[in-house]
């Protein structure tokens, strides 16, 4: 049975990975724009299901409010980033340079919660709880 940490790590990849590939496209080309559609979608919706299924637990903990209150600034910065690129010619170079932005935000974010965030949340969710918190986070995505 997978656990919550090993869900978020699997999005974690596939938003690595996304953002890997777009930044390997030019211009406004149909790859560019479909890897940027998929790359939205997977932020947005591990965005919202994470918030929800590990976040919410966790705030109510005082050895994990300050970390989740962080992580949930830093959803909205990367929303923000987002929003400039919806904005931005996919042609102009200052698309690639929020593009960059952006992975550098995601980067920090996703390093953040896998190095310190995961290891104060297993000391705060017990076995079960981080089971039932991946089935109700991968229900959310699918």
């Not at 990367?78 to 042609?91: G, P």
Request: charged share 35%; no cysteine; net charge negative.
């Amino acid at each position: 049975m997978k656990n919550i940490f090993d869900v978020l790590k699997d999005s974690h990849e596939k938003q690595r990975l996304l953002m890997d590939a777009l930044l390997q496209t030019s211009g406004d080309t149909q790859a560019r724009q479909e890897l940027y559609v998929n790359l939205k979608d997977e932020l947005t919706k591990h965005a919202i299901a994470e918030e929800r299924h590990f976040y919410a637990p966790l705030i109510e903990s005082d050895q994990s409010i300050d970390m989740t209150r962080h992580g949930i600034a830093e959803h909205h910065g990367i929303d923000k980033i987002i929003a400039q690129l919806d904005d931005t010619e996919m042609s102009s170079p200052a698309w690639l340079v929020l593009m960059k932005t952006l992975r550098d935000k995601v980067e920090h974010h996703l390093e953040e919660e896998e190095q310190r965030f995961f290891q104060t949340a297993g000391r705060v969710l017990d076995t079960e709880q981080k089971e039932t918190l991946a089935r109700k986070y991968e229900k959310e995505v699918a």
